[in-house]
Structure formats: structure tokens, C-alpha cells
């Protein structure tokens, strides 16, 4: 994949054999990916991109009938404390979240695994997955062997892990950016990982790129790729 900019100040893109142009461009990638793309536009905020740590892991949908629960499957889900012990993080009542996510009577729980606690978990067969799964819902839940598995997905780069210089890091990349306004970034390694945190860096980029275009530093004619 590759991130050109045209000298209209527009941007060729290109993904496999398919390239586009368009004249702006919100990067909401993961940084290494972000850092892949600005390698050729700034050697150094790619460098400082690279440097982001994320840690693993595994998430599991699974499959409750909450009559067999000891405890009820109230609010958007739990956290589990390092203090317990368990290689479970935590789990998400999606059906509780969202409409129309389990059948009448069920509930959709999304298990999360790993992390910094236990970065081997996305090299763990499914069967230990489970194990250790069933072991934290019970715990937090009172479900037993109960829960169905569904789906079991593992995220190498799950969630990044901002570190004492990270806000000097998000400043220099940002920073090297600043010469090209219709160029933006997005995502949960900028600001915080929280879900209000990702959304606001997409209405942040979305803002900078729009007052771009609006103030006419860019040509509004689309340019055919080649």
C-alpha cells in the first residue's frame, strides 16, 4: 500500500493493483500501518509511529443463557482486576449494548483475553482459551461450562499502550503533519483507547480535513489515477 501526494495537493493511494485519488486522507489505521504509509513523506513521524506498543489479544463470543447465571447480566459488562488472578480482562454484555444481538432469552458476551496480562493468549489454542474463559466467567458470573462459544478471534495488535512519552510522540507526529492540512489521523493510539477517545480524534481529523478543502488549498477537481 502506498500514500502519494499529488502536486494539485490532492492524494494518490494505492492498495494492491487498485489506486484512487482523492484530495484528502484521514489515516484510521493502526500506527505501525500509519508509519508504513508516512515512511516516504517524513522518515522520522514513521520511525515515531513504529514505536507505539500494542499488546495481544484473543476475544470470544459466546453464547449465555442468563437463567443459568448466578448473577445477572446487567449494565455494558465487568472488568476483571489483576488482584484476581485470572487471564481474563474482562467481558461485554453486547446484547445488552446493542439491539438484536442474541435470540429471545439468550445473551451475546464478548470475553476479552490476554493483553499485557498473558501476551501469549493469541498463540494459545482455542481449547486453552476457552478453559481459562469459562474459568473468569464463572468467577465474575457464577456461569459454569455454560457459555456456547461462537467465535474465537485473536488481534496481535489489540490495544495500544501509551507509555510516559506518548503525548511527546502524538505532538511530533502530529506536528510533521502539519504541512499537509488535508492530511489526518484517527484512531484509539492517539488520544486514549476509550471508545469516546477514538471518536473523537475521527471528528477531530474529519474537522482539520474539511476546514482544508474549505479553505481552498486544495484543487476540488478529481484527478484520474495513472
Not at 22 to 36: I, S
Not at 95 to 113: D, N, W
Not at 181 to 197: E, I, K, Q, Y
Request: net charge negative; aromatic share 4%.
Amino acid at each position: 500500500d502506498a500514500l502519494e501526494p499529488l502536486t494539485t495537493g490532492g492524494w494518490r493511494i494505492g492498495s494492491g493493483d487498485e489506486v484512487w485519488t482523492c484530495r484528502a486522507v484521514v489515516l484510521a489505521v493502526e500506527a505501525p500501518a500509519a508509519g508504513a504509509l508516512l515512511a516516504p513523506l517524513d522518515a522520522g513521524a514513521a520511525e515515531t509511529c513504529a514505536a507505539i506498543q500494542y499488546a495481544p489479544m484473543a476475544s470470544i463470543c459466546l453464547d449465555i443463557d442468563p437463567a443459568s447465571a448466578q448473577r445477572p447480566l446487567e449494565g455494558f459488562g465487568f472488568l476483571v482486576p489483576s488482584a484476581a488472578e485470572l487471564r481474563l480482562l474482562g467481558g461485554l454484555f453486547m446484547s445488552r449494548l446493542f439491539p438484536g444481538r442474541a435470540p429471545a432469552g439468550r445473551e451475546l458476551v464478548t470475553a476479552m483475553i490476554g493483553g499485557l496480562r498473558w501476551p501469549e493468549a493469541v498463540d494459545a489454542s482455542d481449547g486453552t482459551l476457552l478453559a481459562h474463559v469459562h474459568e473468569g466467567l464463572d468467577r465474575a458470573l457464577g456461569t459454569g461450562d455454560g457459555p456456547r462459544p461462537l467465535l474465537v478471534n485473536r488481534w496481535v495488535q489489540a490495544v495500544p499502550q501509551p507509555g510516559r512519552e506518548h503525548g511527546a510522540k502524538i505532538r511530533r507526529i502530529r506536528e510533521a503533519a502539519d504541512g499537509l492540512p488535508t492530511l489526518a489521523f484517527a484512531g484509539g493510539w492517539l488520544d486514549g483507547v476509550a471508545v469516546s477517545s477514538a471518536l473523537g480524534s475521527g471528528l477531530a481529523a474529519g474537522a482539520r480535513v474539511a476546514e482544508a478543502l474549505a479553505g481552498g488549498s486544495v484543487d476540488p477537481t478529481p484527478h484520474p489515477a495513472g
